[in-house]
């Protein structure tokens, strides 16, 4: 059964710092692996999607890389923001399986 | 242009009653989902449907009934609310079932059971 977990569950961080999430899944077969924002009361936004045949991708001060073998994502973002804070899930697409599973999120501030 | 629209934002009601959330994309996408997160924040799939046709159906009571008039509309109605009912319900959809790519959410409903 696929479980994805991301540590840390709260980060806090003044404004510039760079800034590591973390995502691991238990079962290598994914068709992707992807990153989302999500804001209070709000949907979510897709960021970074990474097909299993690549190892990274990039967007602006984002960049997320895959280690399937391993089983982890980390998700970079450079100088961070105050308009970055937010929770940040980590979500696999399981090869024929038709469905997102996701980690619990990483909710960041981002500090003045 | 709101892509993924969803009815009610806020929902509060009390234990026992039936409801019901709405949920329409103009994306023209074959493939709609609703997903629940709980208090813990995780998100996880309760059903899916393609072209109107129920592809995934999750672990979930059968108080909760999923109805697709037509591929652009995926409605949830919950019979008999309990407290542990209470979460914000996701809808979403995407092109290609099949890869992962292009899911687009809306903004939750939250429901509150009393």
């Known amino acids: 059964k696929q479980e994805v977990t991301q540590i840390p569950a709260a980060l806090s961080v003044p404004e510039g710092e760079n800034l590591v999430l973390n995502c691991s899944f238990t079962d290598s077969a994914i068709y992707n692996l992807q990153w989302f924002r999500q804001d209070p009361g709000k949907g979510l936004t897709s960021l970074l999607l990474?097909?299993?045949?690549?190892r990274e991708q990039t967007s602006g001060r984002l960049n997320a890389s895959l280690d399937k073998s391993s089983g982890r994502s980390t998700l970079y973002i450079a100088a961070s923001q105050p308009g970055d804070s937010a929770t940040y899930l980590c979500?696999?697409?399981?090869?024929?399986?038709?469905?997102?599973?996701f980690g619990q999120g990483t909710t960041l501030q981002v500090k003045p | 242009d709101t892509a993924v629209s969803q009815t009610p934002k806020y929902l509060v009601t009390q234990m026992g009653n039936d409801k019901s959330i709405k949920c329409e994309q103009n994306l023209g996408h074959d493939t709609m989902y609703w997903y629940k997160q709980d208090s813990k924040k995780f998100l996880k799939i309760m059903f899916s449907y393609n072209n109107k046709e129920l592809i995934i159906n999750e672990t979930v009571p059968n108080r909760f009934s999923p109805k697709s008039p037509d591929k652009a509309h995926l409605n949830l109605h919950i019979n008999s609310l309990e407290l542990g009912d209470s979460a914000v319900y996701f809808c979403a959809s995407s092109h290609l079932s099949g890869t992962g790519v292009g899911y687009t959410f809306g903004s939750g409903t939250r429901l509150t059971v009393v």
């Open positions: 979500a696999v697409f399981p090869s024929n399986t038709g469905k997102l599973i």
């Open positions: 990474i097909q299993s045949s690549q």
